[in-house]
């Protein structure tokens, strides 16, 4: 294809971009503007959830992976401490103990950050592309949106 083929359909695109965004001349836009209500997740309530249950603080904040891994380590931790403590070996029963207690306090001493992270993640700006069909026209653009 010629180079003058290609600029006319990157000029084109653009001029259905800027067209899209901006209102028409004398026409009343009909679409009501969408709003969605993020949803804000306090980093103290993470952080006491966190502390009353193992892994409570990352549910919370919907972070599933890292709210499954402290309460599978705090879980398995715990189990092998019984089971230290009923075949009386109360050395190792102890490092459970406390590898028990390091889990759940890593749980919840990260809640509060993965609280403002989620929050900070749902405001970044995300560009998307759209094609839709408005009083007859084909229109193209970029919508903003926010997750």
Same mark, same amino acid.
């Given at each position: 294809?010629?180079p003058?083929?290609?600029? /006319?359909?990157?000029?084109l695109v653009v001029?259905?971009?800027i067209?899209?965004?901006?209102?028409?001349?004398?026409h009343?836009q009909?679409?009501?503007?969408?709003?969605?209500? =993020?949803?804000?997740?306090?980093?103290?309530?993470?952080?006491? =959830?966190?502390i009353v249950?193992?892994?409570?603080?990352?549910?919370?904040?919907? /972070?599933?992976?890292?709210?499954?891994?402290?309460?599978?380590?705090?879980l398995?931790?715990?189990?092998?401490?019984?089971n230290?403590?009923?075949?009386?070996?109360?050395?190792i029963?102890?490092?459970?103990?406390v590898?028990a207690?390091?889990i759940?306090?890593?749980?919840?001493v990260?809640?509060?950050s993965?609280?403002r992270?989620?929050?900070a993640q749902? =405001?970044?700006?995300?560009?998307?592309?759209?094609?839709d069909?408005h009083n007859? /026209?084909?229109?193209a653009?970029l919508?903003l949106?926010?997750?």
């Open positions: 294809m010629l003058s083929v290609y600029i /006319r359909k990157f000029s001029a259905l971009a067209g899209a965004a901006l209102p028409s001349v004398g009343a009909t679409t009501p503007a969408v709003t969605r209500e =993020l949803r804000h997740k306090d980093p103290t309530t993470a952080t006491v =959830l966190g249950f193992p892994g409570g603080g990352q549910i919370y904040t919907e /972070r599933w992976g890292k709210a499954a891994g402290v309460f599978g380590g705090t398995a931790a715990t189990g092998l401490a019984i230290a403590a009923n075949n009386d070996q109360h050395s029963e102890s490092v459970w103990v590898g207690v390091a759940w306090t890593y749980g919840w990260t809640a509060n993965d609280a992270r989620r929050n749902r =405001l970044r700006p995300v560009f998307a592309p759209f094609l069909q007859g /026209r084909m229109v653009g919508s949106e926010t997750y």
